[in-house]
């Protein structure tokens, strides 16, 4: 199984190593045109309404979790399939996450997680293959992420609480002339959150992508010395699997840590 992924995984970075440094006669490496978002009907003009390559591929993310949760685990054999044991691993790994983070009382949230978390996932890894179109690399995608957890979990924490949940700005450990001072910043920091939520994970697959793309582009121009552009394409890529793991991961467990605070805002 080792040895199946490694083969797969050389043959995706040798093709696009091919198929996107191939665009010209020129050096003319473009790495942020693979962002862009473009009509799958034909036309330049973009609507609300329009379907683009972002709803493609946000739709196909939706059905691979669909796939591998609901059909892939369908039968819950008692050895299961590789299928069910992915789904089971992601399961237990975020209802894990979120009892321990944020504690048993959150573990009514969890399939809220588990859903921001499969999508996020699920985004990224599909976004690896090549040709495809990496709808996380997006501010409009993880900013939208980002605001539906602030706004849950803000609404979560007064309907809870009512007016207590303000606790959370006022330090009240900290000297008395100073909690004006930290709660100022505490309101800040607060609603800064949704912010390096978008921009920790559309910032980190835009730049892994990016970087693959120049990469591909020299492998294209430089004829019989490809193989060092190859190379570096073989280990980015390592690399990028692992980040499209870890962002899903960081953007989850903390989603966990700001329902902790919502949950229970005492300072």
Avoid at 38 to 62: E, Q, R
Wanted: net charge positive; hydrophobic share 60%.
């Amino acid at each position: 199984m080792g040895k199946l992924f490694f083969y797969v995984a050389l043959a995706l970075v040798l093709v696009s190593g091919f198929v996107f440094g191939l665009e010209d006669a020129k050096l003319a490496i473009k790495p942020m045109d693979q962002f862009t978002v473009k009509p799958l009907f034909g036309g330049d003009h973009i609507a609300w309404y329009t379907p683009t390559n972002v709803t493609l591929w946000m739709s196909l993310a939706v059905v691979a979790i669909v796939g591998l949760l609901v059909f892939g685990s369908a039968n819950r054999g008692i050895v299961p399939s590789r299928a069910q044991s992915v789904a089971e691993l992601a399961y237990g790994f975020i209802y894990k996450m979120v009892e321990d983070v944020a504690g048993k009382d959150a573990v009514k949230f969890f399939p809220y997680i588990m859903t921001i978390f499969m999508f996020i996932v699920t985004a990224n890894f599909l976004g690896l293959i090549p040709m495809s179109f990496t709808t996380t690399s997006h501010f409009a995608v993880t900013g939208v992420l980002a605001l539906i957890v602030f706004v849950a979990i803000t609404i979560t924490g007064f309907v809870l609480h009512g007016a207590k949940f303000l606790g959370l700005f006022w330090v009240s450990s900290a000297p008395l002339a100073l909690r004006p001072v930290l709660a100022l910043i505490e309101v800040i920091s607060y609603f800064v959150r949704p912010v390096s939520l978008c921009i920790r994970l559309a910032g980190n697959i835009m730049a892994g992508h990016a970087v693959l793309k120049v990469f591909a582009g020299f492998a294209a121009y430089l004829a019989g010395a490809a193989f060092l552009p190859i190379f570096a394409i073989t280990a980015f890529y390592a690399l990028e699997v692992l980040v499209a793991f870890i962002q899903a991961y960081v953007f989850t467990i903390l989603t966990c840590v700001y329902l902790k605070d919502a949950l229970h805002p005492s300072h």
